[in-house]
């Protein structure tokens, strides 16, 4: 099975700043990466998939990056929306479409 | 509008067997897989299975095989989630999610809205 790991667990951060997310696999997943955001009570939202490509209707300030076992998600510029856990996800080992333990971003 | 419609939350008994329902409409349902999450509370989401509409093709996670049963009825755009026997581990929140695929890439939009599993004694 394809582990994935996130860093860091979680990160305070104010409104205006630019966040980093990091999300690391245990072995090469090409770009099979995708990015969620999920906010309490609420069910994920893809956010970035294909490491890279921003889905449809999702603010520019988010942006992806990497291949192989090492991907970021990036904030430019953090909204008050956006505080919320950050997941990635592999799809390179089907069925197994195994998730990370997330990344909580708060004030 | 593309949507996945969860059916409401749910209470059970130990050993009670439930089956819960992911209906989707503004798409051509046979068209796409569905796949099935788990998060338990407090948790990240857990990789079910998928299932493919048009001739019920199911793939499962190692993790979930022979605990739960995915399946589809087609005329009705509905997928399901079932078990024979809970346990009050299977207290969680299930989502369904619609697969999307270019180049061999796989991501997951939109999803369901969630149902809430309890199982208490």
Do not use: H
Request: aromatic share 12%; hydrophobic share 30%; with cysteine.
């Amino acid at each position: 099975d394809i582990q994935m790991t996130q860093s860091p667990s979680s990160l305070s951060a104010s409104v205006r700043d630019r966040v980093t997310l990091t999300c690391r696999a245990s072995q090469s997943i090409s770009t099979y990466l995708n990015w969620y955001q999920q906010k309490p009570g609420k069910a994920p939202k893809l956010l970035i998939y294909a490491a890279s490509s921003l889905q449809s209707g999702v603010p520019s300030r988010f942006s992806g990056s990497g291949s192989g076992t090492d991907f970021t998600l990036t904030i430019s510029g953090l909204q008050p929306e956006d505080f919320a856990t950050y997941y990635c996800q592999q799809t390179y080992s089907p069925p197994s479409f195994t998730f990370g333990p997330g990344t909580k971003v708060d004030i | 509008e593309v949507q996945l419609v969860q059916s409401g939350a749910e209470v059970k008994k130990p050993g009670e067997s439930l089956k819960i329902s992911c209906k989707g409409s503004g798409y051509i349902f046979t068209n796409y897989w569905i796949g099935w999450v788990r998060q338990m509370p407090g948790e990240g989401p857990e990789w079910m299975g998928v299932i493919w509409p048009s001739d019920s093709d199911t793939r499962y996670s190692p993790s979930f095989q022979g605990q739960v049963t995915i399946s589809v009825d087609k005329s009705i755009s509905t997928a399901y989630l079932q078990w024979s026997t809970l346990k009050a581990s299977d207290t969680a929140m299930y989502y369904c999610a619609r697969q999307l695929s270019s180049n061999d890439r796989r991501w997951f939009d939109p999803w369901g809205q969630g149902t809430l599993v309890t199982v208490s004694s």
